[in-house]
C-alpha cells in the first residue's frame, strides 16, 4: 500500500512532532478566515493567531511579494522600511517603550528580553507563572511550567479567580506569593532581574486575573529592583479590543515582547522597551541577527499594521468578541461542562469541567467538543494549565456573520454531546 501522507510526516519528521485533532486536516490553501483542505472541504480557522489579519490578505501579499523582487539584505545596511516600521510600532506602545530590537520568533525576542532585564539590573532571578509558556530555547524553557523554586528562575500560582477557594482577597493572596518568590532570590543569594508574563495569561487558560494583580504586581518587581517584561505575542496587536494585553490589564511594562501576529506569517518578532535599555542591551551584547530587521520583514510588518489601521480591526475584534462572549454565556446556562466563560476581543476561552460544583478539568470532554467541532468546519483548540480550556482565536478580521456561523454549529455540538 502506498505510504500515506501520515506515516510520511512520521517518517520525515520523527513520530512525535505536535499535530492537531483525532483525525488531522490536510490543509493546502487559506483565505481570510477560511482554510482548503486537499479535497477541497472549507473550514474556518479559530485558532491561528499568526495571520492575524487573515489568511493571505492581498494587502500583505503584494507588500511581501514585492520587496522580495526587490531587495532584501541583513540589517548592517541602512534601509527606510525597517525605520518607518520601528517607529511605527513603537508608536502604538505607551511613550516609555521608543526603541525597537527585531528577532525573528517570539522564542528569540524572550531571549533578547531576559538578557536585556538582566543586563540592565545586574541581577539574574526572573519570576514567571507555574503554567506559562514563553518559547523553546535552553533559557526561555526554563519558564515553562518551572518544576522547583531553587534556580534562576522561580513561578507562582497563576493568578486567577475560578478556583480560588479561600477566603482571602485573591489579589492580595497572589501578590504575597510573588513577595515570597522575590524574597527567595534573596535568601539564596541570587541578585533578582525582574518577572516575564503574559498580560492576559493566554497559555495559563486565559483566566480571569484578580483585579489589579498586573499593575501591584509591576510595582512590587519594580521596588525590588527588577524589570516587568510583557509577552505580548498571543495578547498583543489589538487581540483583546486594545493593541496590546497590557492596556487590557491597565498597567505598563518595561519591556513588550512581541511575535507571530505582527508578520502576518512572515518570520517576525520583536522587543520594545527605552532606549537606554535597548542601548544597555546592544553594548552589552553586540547582538545580531542574520534574518531579522530586513526590509522583507519590515514590508511584511508594515502591511500588517497598515490593514489594522484603515480597516479598524480593533473596534472589529472589540464588537464582534463581545458579541460571542454574551452569547457563550447564554448558552452556558443550560450546559453543565461549561464551567467559565472569559476573554477578552477575539480571544475566548470555555472552562469545560466534570461538573460546576466540584470545577474538576475535564480535558477529554474539551478535546471531544474541539473534534466535534472540526468535522463541522470550525477549527478550534484545547489549552490551559490543565489542557481543558476550550481556546477560540480567530484571525482579527472574523465578521459578525462568521461569529452567527460559529455559534450556531456550537450550539449544535452542544445538542449532539447531549449537553443540553
Known sequence: ?????????????????????????????????????????????????????????????????????????????????????????????????????????????????????????????????????????AEVRKLTRPKSNDGEVRAIPFPETYRFSNNEDPTAWHLDRLRAVIASFEDDGIPFAGMLVCPILANEGLPNIPLGFMAAAADIVRE???????????????????????????????IAVMGKPIGAGMPLAAVAASRDLVETFRRGTGYFN????????????????????????????????????????????????????????????????????GKAPDRPGAVTVVNTLKDKGFLIGNAGAFGNVVKIRPPLVFSADDAAAFLDAFEETLDDLGHR
Open 224 to 254: 525590588a529592583g527588577g524589570l516587568f517584561i510583557a509577552d505580548e505575542v498571543q495578547a498583543g496587536l489589538c487581540r483583546t479590543g486594545e493593541w496590546w494585553g497590557y492596556e487590557t490589564m491597565d498597567f505598563e511594562p518595561d
Open 1 to 137: 500500500m502506498p505510504e500515506t501522507l501520515l506515516e510520511r510526516r512520521n517518517r520525515t519528521l520523527g513520530t512525535g512532532a505536535p499535530l492537531f485533532y483525532q483525525d488531522p486536516v490536510h490543509i493546502v490553501r487559506g483565505e481570510g478566515v477560511t482554510l482548503f483542505d486537499a479535497d477541497g472541504r472549507r473550514y474556518v480557522d479559530m485558532y491561528n493567531n499568526v495571520p492575524c489579519v487573515g489568511h493571505c490578505h492581498p494587502h500583505v501579499v503584494e507588500a511581501i511579494t514585492k520587496q522580495a523582487a526587490t531587495l532584501n539584505v541583513h540589517s548592517r545596511y541602512l534601509h527606510e522600511g525597517i525605520l518607518k516600521y520601528a517607529e511605527r510600532l513603537a508608536g502604538h506602545h505607551h511613550a516609555g517603550l521608543d526603541s525597537v530590537v527585531f528577532e525573528c520568533t517570539g522564542t528569540e525576542a524572550n531571549e533578547v528580553a531576559l538578557m536585556m532585564a538582566r543586563l540592565a539590573t545586574g541581577g539574574r532571578g526572573m519570576v514567571c507563572t507555574d503554567a506559562a509558556y514563553h518559547g523553546n530555547s
Open 290 to 357: 542574520t534574518f531579522a530587521s530586513s526590509p522583507l520583514q519590515a514590508a511584511a510588518g508594515n502591511a500588517v499594521l497598515d490593514v489594522i489601521e484603515q480597516e479598524d480591526l480593533r473596534a472589529n475584534v472589540a464588537a464582534v468578541g463581545a458579541t460571542m462572549r454574551d452569547r457563550l454565556r447564554e448558552l452556558q446556562d443550560g450546559c453543565e461542562p461549561m464551567g467559565d466563560v472569559r476573554g477578552h476581543g477575539l480571544f475566548i476561552g470555555i472552562e469545560w469541567v466534570e461538573d460546576r460544583t
